[in-house]
C-alpha cells in the first residue's frame, strides 16, 4: 500500500484490485473518498451468502459511520480495481472540513443519499415480512417503528 500526506488534511492511498479496505463487523474511525478507480460494497463477504449491494467510483464516500459513530462497519468494501483514496482519520476530521468545505458537503449528501435509499429498502423489507408473515408480532413492532420514528429500534430487538 502506498501513502502520502496530502495538503488538503488527509492522506492518499493507492490499493491494488481486491483488496479489503473496510470490513463487516469490524471498527474502522477512516472515512474514505474515491480519488480513481471503483469499489465494491458487500454484505456477508466471503460467506456463502455474499450479496454485492453497489458498486462506488471517483466522488463517492464510504467509512463515515465508523468514523463518526465508532460502530462496526454494516458492509465491506473491496476494490474492483486499482484505487486511489482520499483517506481522513478522526484526528484529521476536524481540519478536513475545516479546509474542504465542498467535500464535506459532498459527505453529507452521500450520507443523505444512504439514509433515504435505506428507508427504501426497510420499507421494502417490511412489506415483504408482512407478506410473509401477517400476524407476526416481530413483524408488527417493524411495522410500528418505521412509521413512527421515535419508536426505538432497541425495543424490537431486545425482545
Known amino acids: 500500500m502506498e501513502e502520502r500526506t496530502d495538503n488538503t488534511t488527509g492522506r492518499v492511498v493507492q490499493l491494488p484490485e481486491g483488496e479489503v479496505i473496510l470490513r463487516e463487523g469490524e471498527i474502522n474511525v477512516n ?6 478507480g471503483f469499489a465494491e460494497i458487500y454484505v456477508s463477504y466471503d460467506e456463502p451468502e455474499e450479496t454485492v449491494i453497489g458498486i462506488i467510483g471517483p466522488g463517492e464516500c464510504f467509512g463515515e459511520f465508523g468514523l463518526l459513530l465508532h460502530k462496526p462497519a454494516i458492509y465491506t468494501v473491496v476494490s474492483f480495481s486499482d484505487i486511489s483514496l482520499f483517506r481522513i482519520s ?3 476530521l476536524g481540519d478536513f472540513v475545516r479546509h474542504n ?3 464535506a458537503i459532498d459527505i453529507m449528501k452521500n450520507m443523505a443519499n444512504y439514509m433515504v435509499i435505506m428507508r427504501l429498502q426497510i420499507e421494502l423489507l417490511v412489506k415483504e415480512l408482512e407478506a410473509a408473515s401477517p400476524d407476526n408480532e416481530k413483524v ?11 419508536y426505538s429500534w432497541d425495543d424490537i430487538w431486545e425482545e
Open 31 to 36: 472515512m474514505y473518498k474515491i480519488l480513481t
Open 90 to 92: 478522526e484526528e484529521e
Open 101 to 103: 468545505h465542498s467535500n
Open 140 to 150: 408488527k413492532m417493524i411495522k410500528e417503528a418505521t412509521e413512527h420514528p421515535s
